[in-house]
Structure formats: structure tokens, C-alpha cells
């Protein structure tokens, strides 16, 4: 079956950095949009950004525009979530998440996405 790992979460400083990863199985990586959600404490998991399957378009929330980048390397099938100037508020659990189908281009919704990874936690300190 799908399996998607997560690794790279930690405890981090306002305005340092982090580099997630998200290491997928059970599927034919290179096929399919690859995405990134986040759940805060008390608050509802909400859509980070996106990848093409081919790497060659990204979309992301407004909050993280300009300070993530997702990008992909689809020979190791993984999927990174480059996170600069974070900011406190940026604290949450991060998951990553697999198009339902291939070769389909997903919105922002979770039902979007159809295999789910089990989550890092991202702490930023003030």
C-alpha cells in the first residue's frame, strides 16, 4: 500500500529554517502531485502547497508565499518542504500528502488528496 514518511521536523528559532522531506512507497512517485498540509493546535489542517508530478509547477497558501519552497526529486521519490523566516504562527504539524489520482492536478481541499503521510512537528520559538 501508499506510504508516505515525513522526516526533518524540529524546534527552531524565529526567522531560522527547516528542510522537511517526504519519502513515498507503494506508488509510482513521478505520476502523481504531491502536497503539503498543516495543523495547528485548536485549529483545522490547512493546505501549505503543492507540487506538479513533474516538479514543474508549485502553488502555495499566501501565509507561506515568498518564505516555502516545495520541491521534488522524483529518482529518490521524495518531496521537500523548504520552510525559511519561519515565524512562530508557522508552528503545526506538518503532513504530506499524494494526489488521488496521477497525472491529475489538485486543488488546495484535503479531498484532493488521497494518501496521507503521518505528520512532523514544526515548533517555532519566539
Known amino acids: 500500500q501508499v506510504q508516505l514518511v515525513e522526516f526533518g521536523g524540529g524546534l527552531v528559532q524565529a526567522g531560522g529554517s527547516l528542510r522537511l522531506s517526504c519519502t513515498a512507497s507503494?506508488?509510482?512517485?513521478?505520476?502523481?502531485?504531491m502536497g503539503w498540509f498543516r495543523q495547528a493546535p485548536g485549529k483545522e489542517r490547512e493546505f501549505v502547497g503543492r507540487i506538479s508530478w513533474g516538479g514543474g509547477t508549485t502553488d502555495y497558501a499566501d501565509s507561506v508565499k515568498g518564505r516555502f519552497t516545495i520541491s521534488r526529486d522524483n529518482a529518490k521519490n521524495t518531496v521537500y518542504l523548504q520552510m525559511n523566516s519561519l515565524k512562530p504562527e508557522d508552528t503545526a504539524v506538518y503532513y504530506c500528502?499524494?494526489?488521488?489520482?496521477?497525472?491529475?492536478?489538485?486543488?488546495?481541499?484535503?479531498?484532493?488528496?488521497?494518501?496521507w503521510g503521518q505528520g512532523t512537528q514544526v515548533t517555532v520559538s519566539s
Open positions: 500528502a499524494a494526489a488521488r489520482r496521477t497525472f491529475n492536478s489538485p486543488g488546495n481541499s484535503q479531498t484532493d488528496f488521497g494518501s
Open positions: 507503494g506508488l509510482t512517485f513521478s505520476r502523481y502531485a
